[in-house]
Nanobody, 122 residues
Framework: QLQASGGGLVQVGGSLRLSCAAS????????MGWFRQAPGKEREFLAR????????TYADSVKGRFTASRDNAKSTAYLRMDSLQPEDTAVYYC?????????????????WGQGTLVTVSS
């Protein structure tokens, strides 16, 4: 029900925009989170957007470089990533649900996309 796309190979300092298309759920009823998981590491919270034009919460590690947004009319969430570094290499996931008070809690999210791989080459 969540389809992530937009990953790929990018050089250091480059940019990518990930998309997360939702189907089979009322998109505007859900907050949307972005996470990533690098090889051998735990899944890491990146950002969460509230419903509608709600509050956006970012992890400190990406604040100022990543921008989350959503288009409820298209049932799609986006993650714009700028100034990419090799340490940003990971599989990126979108998720529906979560809450404002604990946006990083993985178990609070109801639906997950399949992940899209981002590789940053130096």
């Amino acid at each position: 029900q969540l389809q992530a796309s937009g990953g790929g190979l990018v050089q250091v300092g480059g940019s990518l925009r990930l998309s997360c298309a939702a189907s089979g759920l009322t998109f505007s009823d859900f907050g949307m989170g972005w996470f990533r998981q690098a090889p051998g590491k735990e899944r890491e919270f990146l950002a969460r957007l509230g419903r509608g034009r709600g509050v956006i919460t970012y992890a400190d590690s990406v604040k100022g470089r990543f921008t989350a947004s959503r288009d409820n009319a298209k049932s799609t969430a986006y993650l714009r990533m700028d100034s990419l570094q090799p340490e940003d290499t990971a599989v990126y996931y979108c998720a529906a649900g979560g809450n404002y008070w604990s946006p990083a809690q993985i178990h609070e999210y109801t639906y997950w996309g399949q992940g899209t791989l981002v590789t940053v080459s130096s």
